[in-house]
């Protein structure tokens, strides 16, 4: 009888230990777990684009003097706008990179002449342009 108390006692003794180290182990793998989603989400996932912003964009461009350098499907003293969709996928990085560079100018993207700069544009109604130009990808 005694024998087989000690034999339980011990087989709940060794049960113990058996489940220490199983949640040690998985105590220890938790860390790295957990670190995987920080990563940069927004840079992966595109912006939603807003139907609205493509029309208010559309308007904003016709208005100013965009159309006297570029063309929606061909170049003309800048590049197509269909070409610059295709360059750039929309992510909010495209997005603020081709806004500044609209409201500052610039060249060297597609060849030696430079855009002129746009300071009286509003940095919002720039995104639109930008959101307009870079829809016309699919077309
Ligand atoms: C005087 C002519 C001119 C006008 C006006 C002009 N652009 Fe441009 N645009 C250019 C040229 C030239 C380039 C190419 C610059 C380069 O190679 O970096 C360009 C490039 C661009 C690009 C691509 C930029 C890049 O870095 O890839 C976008 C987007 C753009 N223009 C939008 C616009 C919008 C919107 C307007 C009106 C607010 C406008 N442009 C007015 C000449 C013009």
Redesign the pocket.
Known sequence: MKQLVFSVLLISIIGNLHVNAQTKSSGAKTPPAKKAPITKPRQQTAPVIRQQDIDEGKQL?SK???????KTDTKL???A?SD?AK??PYTDTNLE??SS??IKG???????????P?PA?QHED?KK??TY?LSLKAK
């Open positions: 461009l100013s003097d965009c159309l006297a350098c570029h003293v800048g590049p706008y610059v360059k750039y990179l081709l560079k609209i610039g060249s060297g993207s597609w060849g030696g002449v430079p855009m002129t746009h544009l720039v342009m930008v130009i």
